[in-house]
């Protein structure tokens, strides 16, 4: 740093949601397991997202106030139903490390939802299942024009494919699927 940039402190100071104590705070808590360090990081956080952010500015009402009942309990979908909705970005292996490309779909098997290879293919070893039953292999495939990995065991390893149509003319800009 330059000096260039700096956090700056006080009253008149901007505020901002990663402030030095925030993370000192998380720290704490992160490292210790202590729920009073955790209360204190959540209470200082709380107080600059309201200061520093529109949802922080959002205050909801309860539904008695509209006229209105809760909906009961029994009547909502079980977050186990919910998750099976999930689906992960689509992330390359440049993107994102090997580790955490698997780790992702593992999770994602895990929860019955959908991890995304993105372009350029995978591994064949994650097709396998792995030794505790579970599975590395990505459920949605993609597809690009010219692009490596894409051979025909990686396309009947899917469960779903996404065929991408146009690429954007920068790195990061995406394409049309």
């Known amino acids: 740093n330059e000096g260039k940039y700096h956090y700056r402190q006080g009253e008149d100071a901007e505020k901002h949601m990663n402030d030095p104590m925030v993370i000192a705070k998380l720290q704490e808590a992160a490292r210790t397991n202590s729920r009073a360090a955790y209360a204190s990081f959540a209470a200082l956080h709380n107080s600059l997202v309201k200061a520093s952010s529109l949802r922080g500015q959002l205050d909801f009402k309860p ?27 689509a992330m390359s292996y440049g993107s994102i490390s090997m580790e955490a490309h ?21 591994d064949p070893a994650r097709f396998l299942q792995m030794e505790d039953g579970g599975s590395a292999n990505s459920a949605i495939k993609q597809v690009a024009s010219g692009r490596f990995g894409v051979t025909i065991e990686y396309l009947t390893n899917a469960k779903e494919i996404q065929i991408k149509m146009a690429q954007g003319a920068k790195p990061g800009e995406g394409g049309e699927l």
């Open 63 to 89: 539904p008695r106030q509209y006229g209105r009942t809760a909906i009961p309990l029994e009547s909502v979908e079980p977050a186990s139903e919910i998750v099976k909705r999930f689906r992960t970005g």
């Open 102 to 122: 698997a780790t992702l779909a593992i999770a994602m098997n895990q929860l019955q939802g959908k991890s995304n290879t993105g372009e350029g293919g995978e």
